[in-house]
C-alpha cells in the first residue's frame, strides 16, 4: 500500500535549537518525495523535493531508500519557520497525484 | 498575477443544497487537481484533470463531480452537501501528469463549512 507517515502531529523548539521532522513512506515502486509547507493563512507551497537535492530555508532532506525515510531536517529553528509541514509521496509515471502524510505542525518559540 | 485561484474563499450552506467551487490558473499547465483537507489537517487527492480529461478519480462520493472546461480551469461541483463535507477544499495545477518532476502549485484553498 502506498502510505506516508508522519509520526509526529507536533514539534515544539527553541529558536536556534536543531529540527528533524521525521518522514517514512511505503511504495512498491521507486517514488519521488517532496516537503511542502503551509505556514499559517498561507497556500501550500514546496520546500524540498528529492530530485532536486538541494536546501531551501536552510533545510535537507535526503532519501534514505534503506529505511524508506525522507526526514526533514535544519540545524537551527528560526521563529519564522513555525508552520505546518507535510511529506508528500507521488510515483513517476503519469497519472499519480501526491500521496500526503498527515502533517507535523513545527512551532518555533524564543 | 496569482497563479492559482480559488473562488469563493470561505462557503457556509445549509445540508442538502448543492455548490459549486471554481478553480482557475494561469500558469499554462496542463494537469489539475482537487484535494479536500479535513478537521485534522489530513489532505487527500480527490480528482485529477489532464488536457480537461479525468486521470484520477479517488473513492470520492458521486455526489462530486469535477468540470474542467478548458486546461486553466476546474471547477468542483456537490450536490446534497453534508455535515461531513465541511473542510477545506484546495486546487492545484502541475506541468505534467507526474507528480515527480513537475512541482504542484496550489490555491488558496475554499472553506466550506455545512451546517
Known amino acids: 500500500a502506498q502510505r506516508v507517515t508522519q509520526p509526529e502531529k507536533l514539534l515544539s523548539v527553541f529558536k536556534g535549537a536543531p529540527v528533524e521532522l521525521k518522514c517514512n513512506y511505503s511504495?512498491?515502486?521507486?517514488?519521488?518525495l517532496f516537503w511542502y509547507v503551509q505556514y499559517s493563512r498561507q497556500r501550500l507551497q514546496l520546500l524540498l523535493r528529492h530530485i532536486s537535492r538541494e536546501s531551501i530555508k536552510g533545510f535537507t532532506a535526503d532519501l534514505n531508500k534503506g529505511e524508506t525515510s525522507f526526514h526533514l531536517k535544519k540545524p537551527f529553528a528560526q521563529e519564522e519557520d513555525s508552520a505546518m509541514y507535510y511529506c508528500a509521496l507521488s510515483g513517476s509515471q503519469a497519472g499519480t497525484a501526491l500521496i500526503f502524510g498527515k502533517g507535523t505542525t513545527l512551532s518555533v518559540s524564543s | 498575477d496569482t497563479a492559482v485561484s480559488q473562488t469563493p474563499k470561505y462557503l457556509v450552506t445549509q445540508m442538502g443544497n448543492d455548490k459549486s467551487i471554481k478553480c482557475e490558473q494561469n500558469l499554462g499547465h496542463d494537469t489539475m487537481y482537487w484535494y479536500k483537507q479535513d478537521s485534522k489537517k489530513f489532505l487527500k487527492i480527490m480528482f485529477s484533470?489532464?488536457?480537461?480529461?479525468?486521470?484520477i478519480n479517488e473513492t470520492v462520493p458521486n455526489r462530486f463531480s469535477p468540470k474542467s472546461p478548458d486546461k486553466a480551469h476546474l471547477n468542483l461541483h456537490i450536490n446534497s452537501l453534508e455535515l461531513g463535507d465541511s473542510a477545506v477544499y484546495f486546487c492545484a495545477s502541475s506541468q505534467g501528469t507526474s507528480g515527480g518532476n513537475y512541482e504542484q502549485y496550489f490555491g488558496p484553498g475554499t472553506r466550506l463549512t455545512v451546517t
Open positions: 484533470y489532464n488536457n480537461k480529461e479525468l486521470i
Open positions: 511504495y512498491s515502486g521507486s517514488p519521488e
